[in-house]
């Protein structure tokens, strides 16, 4: 599988907009080879069904993710810095999600949308991981924290909060369950010198938004 294929990577983000324009299940293969200006044949050149499209639209989204984070300067950063440069792409990426098709990735093809949840999962439970082993050497996080076990509560907190069904109050929005995760996240795991840092930068973002 070769994403880096300009003609390939030119398929995908199409099919995208098309996804989004029409939905996922009113879509065959003619129709978007028709949108796509290309035969069926050529664009079985590149995938070998709709599902095969599929799968390779989460690889392509993976693949720009990592590309995404690569432009952070991580080097420069502690902990809690990353935490929240990240935290904040996540958010914008969750935003954008369209829930019907969420609905339909779910319903009709639930193994390949499994198999991308997993792996997102794994992906974030091992950067929260090494997240926290950086802060507690940086002196901002408490070294007595358990990493699986919050590791894995966050995993599980982001999942549940992604998941319309956990839904519990209409006039609480989603950016507010957002905020309330990561900020309940890294006041429980931060010694005095850590939360002392993320007030300051809550309150920096905060002006910024307000002048904004």
């Known amino acids: 599988m070769n994403l880096n294929d300009p003609k390939l990577k030119e398929i995908l983000e199409k099919t995208v907009e098309l996804f989004y324009e029409y939905g996922i299940r009113n879509l065959n293969m003619d129709d978007i080879?028709?949108?796509?200006?290309?035969?069926?044949?050529?664009?079985?050149?590149?995938v070998k069904s709709k599902e095969d499209l599929i799968e390779k639209l989460f690889?392509?989204?993976e693949m720009k993710w990592d590309s995404e984070m690569a432009k952070l300067k991580i080097d420069e950063?502690?902990?809690?810095?990353?935490?929240?440069?990240?935290s904040?792409?996540?958010?914008e990426e969750m935003e954008r999600i369209n829930p019907k098709l969420k609905f339909e990735l779910k319903?009709?093809?639930?193994?390949t949308f499994q198999q991308f949840m997993i792996r997102k999962q794994n992906h974030i439970f091992g950067q929260i991981s090494k997240n926290i082993e950086k802060g507690i050497a940086e002196g901002i996080y408490r070294s007595d924290v358990n990493i699986e076990l919050i590791s894995g509560l966050y995993v599980r907190n982001l999942v549940m909060m992604h998941n319309n069904d956990s839904c519990f109050a209409?006039?609480?929005?989603?950016?507010?369950?957002?905020k309330v995760l990561f900020e309940s996240h890294i006041r429980a795991i931060s010694?005095?010198?850590?939360?002392?840092?993320?007030?300051?930068?809550?309150?920096?973002?905060?002006?910024?938004?307000?002048?904004?």
């Open 77 to 86: 950063m502690n902990a809690i810095e990353i935490l929240l440069q990240v």
């Open 170 to 178: 209409e006039n609480i929005t989603f950016e507010e369950v957002f």
């Open 33 to 46: 080879s028709r949108s796509l200006g290309m035969s069926k044949k050529t664009l079985y050149q590149y």
């Open 191 to 212: 010694t005095p010198k850590g939360i002392a840092y993320f007030e300051k930068r809550k309150l920096e973002i905060t002006q910024t938004n307000t002048n904004n």
């Open 59 to 61: 690889f392509y989204d």
């Open 107 to 111: 319903k009709y093809y639930e193994q």
């Open 88 to 91: 904040l792409k996540v958010f």
